[in-house]
């Protein structure tokens, strides 16, 4: 094998690898963080890595068919501004579209391509494919590559082909990707969503002891259970995992979010007193009152106070609430409420009455 071919070889094997290494990386990238989001649901990392590597391995295509799309997308406008009679500039991508003139006999390149009333010299990198006939002589062809004002040359690596149809091609590449793309992502969506409403908040709060859910994780468990979840069950599919909230926590522990008038605190502890029939249940953050509830005897939940703020009746009525009652007066529950789409509270507590 002569030292050129070899140079040329060595070069297609770099960039393969570099490919290979790229896809690599971005589907570990994305299995990791799809199982971190497993793991945080169900508390356990083996199933949530097994999980994260299957739904890792189609969001990955899902994200190689959006740089497809991209990069098909910055192709077409270049195209469009080729046509438009654009002028190259110095180490920037540019589509050189027009006849090709080939510096030597036989259609080998490099060769010239005339744009417009300019003539562009060509330069393909060894790897670029070329498609059949494109480099001869006369030939209408589209170059895409980055030009390069030392070498007074555009340095072609992308693919270099005819002109005829140009447009067209590249609309049918952007379509494909973007139904690909969207394909992937919807199953991905899907399966992650019937996840959540399988699996719900309460679950992993009662099986990680150090869990403290994010606003976001708070309202996507609002939509999940106002969308998804609710229906469901109403239509006779019942949630797969069953849990009870605040029915591992001690008397007098609670955890959760409240925010409200620009205050916010993390809930650690919560105490009970009776109010005639009624029960006050009041959440803090350390010393500091973040919020009361009051509930009737019925387990409804008759008013609601975070921080200063009176949250007024018809919000109130939009809170879920989950109680159950355990021997000696204790009582556990979950308190949530999202306020004009924004969530403010969710509280698990277990207090002694």
């Known amino acids: 094998m002569s030292p050129c071919c070899t140079i040329i070889l060595v070069q297609h094997t770099m960039k393969a690898l570099r490919g290979c290494f790229a896809w690599l990386a971005l589907y570990a990238l994305v299995s990791l963080a799809l199982a971190l989001v497993v793991e945080r649901r169900i508390g356990e990392r083996g199933p949530a890595l097994a999980a994260g590597l299957v739904a890792g391995a189609i969001a990955s295509v899902a994200f190689s068919h959006l740089f497809g799309f991209a990069r098909s997308l910055r192709e077409l406008m270049l195209i469009r501004k080729a046509q438009g ?69 555009l340095i072609v690596d992308r693919n270099l082909e005819t002109a005829k149809g140009l447009f067209a091609r590249r609309l049918n590449t952007i379509g494909t990707a973007l139904m690909n793309m969207t394909v992937m992502t919807a199953i991905v969506a899907t399966a992650f969503t019937a996840f959540f409403a399988a699996v719900p908040l309460d679950f992993a709060e009662d099986r990680i002891a150090d869990l403290h859910p994010s606003w976001l994780e708070i309202g996507a468990e609002d939509w999940v259970e106002t969308n998804v979840r609710t229906p469901l069950v109403a239509a006779g599919m019942p949630v797969f995992v069953q849990a009870e909230p605040g029915a591992s926590l001690q008397p007098g522990e609670a955890r959760g979010r409240i925010r409200s008038g620009g205050n916010e605190a993390n809930v650690t502890r919560a105490t009970a007193e009776r109010a005639g029939e009624e029960i006050a249940i009041r959440f803090y953050d350390g010393d500091r009152q973040a919020g009361v ?61």
């Open 85 to 153: 009679g654009g002028e190259p500039e110095d180490g920037k991508l540019f589509a050189a579209i027009g006849p090709i003139t080939p510096d030597q006999a036989e259609g080998v390149l490099p060769g010239t391509i005339r744009c417009g009333t300019q003539s562009l010299r060509v330069l393909v990198e060894p790897d670029v494919k070329i498609v059949h006939n494109v480099a001869k002589a006369g030939a209408e062809v589209c170059a895409i590559g980055r030009y390069s004002m030392d070498r007074r040359a």
């Open 293 to 353: 509830m009051v509930i009737a005897p019925d387990g409804a939940l008759t008013a609601l106070s975070l921080f200063i703020e009176d949250i007024d009746p018809e919000t109130v009525k939009q809170a879920r609430v989950v109680l159950r009652k355990f021997e000696g007066g204790q009582v556990a529950g979950r308190v949530s409420l999202v306020k004009q789409g924004v969530p403010v509270c969710r509280v698990v507590f277990r207090v002694t009455t």
